[in-house]
């Protein structure tokens, strides 16, 4: 009997799961990108936003009646940049990122109000530091890629690279329409969660009080099959 009752149970959960479902998805998107924090000595980190990029999958699953699970797999660009005197550096950060949002999505019109919120998860996967400008007159050009480690070591100082931690998580915020046929418009706003700055081996006891997160926000254009 209780056998029975669980598998009526579960019929009736993937019927509903059927019923509101929307099925595959793609996404992609323009925006600007941001990294806030502090600087070693606690003073606020003043660096500027650059144009960043976003494209990828997702998948919509209904779970009520205009309420719906929303998981998706992007590519996205992050970073910033600073300006001290003449030179220009731009941090270029690369991720993987999966989301998980809860969308509401009342009828509106011809299609749906969109109002979505939820966690983010990423990894970088490559990076770069670019410098540009002039010195003393002369132009200047330099460039050092980016290691993603959550934990500096001896050995590593005597590569020329810049490290930050690879994980990165967050909390996304959108709105947006969706129109009849799939074709859809969100804005979004990213605000990272997750210190960046890497363990040093050898200064655990100093006072460096250095710390980076991303945070961003954008344009995204997306279709549901």
Not at 10 to 29: E, H, K, P
Request: proline fraction near 2%; avoid cysteine.
């Amino acid at each position: 009997m209780k056998r029975k009752i669980w598998t009526l149970m579960a019929a009736m959960v993937m019927m509903t799961v059927v019923a509101y479902s929307q099925g595959f998805g793609i996404r992609a998107g323009v925006g600007l990108q941001n990294i806030n924090g502090k600087e070693s000595d606690g003073d606020k980190l003043e660096l500027k936003m650059i144009p960043a990029f976003h494209a990828g999958i997702n998948y919509e699953i209904g779970i009520a009646e205009e309420f719906y699970l929303q998981s998706g797999l992007l590519f996205a660009t992050k970073g910033a940049k600073d300006e001290i005197e003449e030179v220009t550096s731009k941090f270029n950060l690369s991720y993987l990122e999966l989301d998980l949002n809860l969308v509401y999505k009342p009828a509106l019109g011809n299609g749906h109000l969109m109002i979505g919120f939820g966690p983010y998860v990423a990894y970088g996967i490559m990076g770069k530091l670019k410098s540009e400008g002039e010195v003393m007159g002369v132009d200047y050009s330099a460039e050092m890629d980016i290691k993603f480690k959550n934990k500096v070591t001896a050995d590593d100082y005597e590569d020329d690279l810049l490290f930050l931690k690879g994980l990165d998580a967050g909390a996304n915020l959108f709105v947006g329409y969706e129109l009849g046929f799939g074709l859809s418009f969100q804005l979004n706003t990213q605000l990272g969660l997750l210190d960046m700055t890497p363990a040093y081996e050898g200064d655990e006891d100093t006072d460096d009080e250095s710390k980076m997160s991303n945070t961003g926000f954008g344009l995204s254009v997306g279709y549901r099959f």
